[in-house]
């Protein structure tokens, strides 16, 4: 049980261009999202929280004009990665819980490469 | 840029070693834990968490030690196996009390790289 899902695994795209990543919990409804950015040999860094039917709450730093967050559904959240650059190359991580202080259960990530 | 994230610590042990990977979390305030498993290319699996309420919880072939007045986690690994090679990363979240943007957000350490030798 609590199989989040993530999609598209890998991504290469030129500059410039919007790119859009599902995150979908499978057997569960998820409360809240979160997502996450990865660059290689470091840890996570939360981005973002998304819970459904409300904005998101973005974290210092973190453009919420450059990367859209829609959580439309219990089982579905997005994040687009707007006017792309190889800057914003890196391992996008979604995971979600269904209630708090319980395990968040991550997606297998989305590896983003910007030309 | 920041250099300390680029050396993660890193564990070699021999095959049906027992491994302790530890890790110091920054917040007192923190009531539940968590570790996680990472390989290559994929998303943290979860291991194993503790609350606050407690010092000690085990798992199959995991034990997770927790002691609050020094802030320090640490994950135990029984007879470690090839398949255990990872990076492993704690994570700490605030009390259920913390509600609004605190809800259910975890901070992670900076990971430890296990590699087992067969």
């Known amino acids: 049980g609590a199989v989040v899902s993530q999609h598209p695994s890998w991504v290469i795209c030129k500059s410039g261009t919007s790119v859009k990543i599902e995150c979908r919990s499978l057997?569960?409804?998820?409360?809240?999202m979160f997502w996450y950015r990865q660059f290689p040999k470091q840890s996570l860094m939360l981005m973002a929280t998304?819970?459904?039917?409300?904005?998101?709450?973005?974290e210092q730093g973190v453009e919420k004009d450059k990367f859209l967050i829609n959580h439309a559904s219990l089982t579905l959240s997005t994040l687009t990665v707007t006017s792309a650059h190889p800057e914003d190359s890196s391992f996008y991580i979604c995971?979600?819980?269904?209630?708090?202080?319980?395990?968040?259960?991550f997606g297998d990530g989305t590896r983003l490469s910007i030309l | 840029g920041e250099s300390v994230g680029l050396h993660l610590p890193t564990l070699s042990v021999q095959e049906g070693d027992n491994s302790i990977i530890n890790c110091a979390y920054s917040?007192?305030?923190?009531?539940?834990f968590i570790w996680y498993k990472q390989e290559s290319g994929k998303g943290p699996q979860f291991i194993i968490d503790?609350?606050?309420?407690?010092d000690k919880r085990q798992g199959q072939r995991v034990t997770v030690l927790l002691n609050k007045t020094v802030k320090h986690l640490s994950l135990q690994i029984a007879a470690t196996q090839p398949g255990d090679s990872a990076v492993y990363f704690c994570?700490?979240?605030?009390?259920?009390?913390?509600?609004?943007?605190?809800?259910?957000?975890?901070?992670f350490g900076q990971g430890t790289i296990l590699t087992v030798h067969p």
């Open positions: 995971s979600a819980i269904d209630r708090v202080n319980q395990p968040q259960h």
């Open positions: 057997d569960f409804q998820a409360t809240t």
């Open positions: 998304s819970n459904e039917g409300s904005k998101a709450t973005y």
């Open positions: 917040n007192s305030a923190s009531d539940y």
């Open positions: 503790i609350r606050s309420n407690m």
């Open positions: 994570a700490e979240a605030p009390g259920s009390w913390a509600g609004g943007t605190s809800y259910g957000k975890l901070t």
